[in-house]
């Protein structure tokens, strides 16, 4: 692990999940949030020793249902408590500066970033799940 450096990209969208990048640009690990408890969300975001942990910025929609925008709300309060709480390095970063930067600016079709993630990563199966993560974690790893 010597001078390994880890990046965290975190989609806190209820279908998201979370992805470490290495310093080399590998895909070190990432899960999506599906099944996962809170006490999981916690244990797996501290499993690395991160230089910097990127949660992307986001808002509830205007047509979203009230239930969905209060889950989503919740969850992530959880992950940016999560972060607060073990002091971990963190930035915040809006969908279309990290989408542009990594080239697959999405216009609502997800499959765009499932293509790039999968792209970058072709030894690992992405999914839609943490596609996103996935380039968020890079795009952490490009900024340092």
């Known amino acids: 692990m010597g001078d390994m450096k880890y990046f965290l990209g975190i989609d806190p969208g209820v279908s998201g999940g979370l992805a470490i990048v290495n310093s080399l640009g590998e895909l070190s690990d990432a899960v999506g949030f599906k099944n996962l408890?809170?006490?999981?969300?916690?244990?797996w975001m501290l499993a690395y020793p991160y230089s910097l942990a990127l949660l992307e910025k986001v808002h509830s929609m205007p047509k979203q249902g009230v239930k969905s925008t209060f889950t989503f709300g919740q969850s992530y309060g959880l992950l940016r408590g999560v972060l607060v709480a073990n002091n971990l390095k963190r930035e915040f970063v809006t969908p279309q500066v990290w989408q542009k930067a990594l080239g697959c600016m999405t216009k609502g079709d997800k499959n765009v970033t499932k293509a790039k993630a999968q792209e970058l990563f072709p030894n690992r199966k992405i999914t839609?799940?943490?596609a996103?993560?996935?380039?968020?974690?890079?795009y952490a790893r490009r900024l340092k």
């Open 37 to 43: 408890t809170e006490t999981d969300i916690n244990d």
């Open 128 to 130: 839609h799940a943490i």
């Open 132 to 138: 996103d993560a996935c380039l968020i974690a890079e």
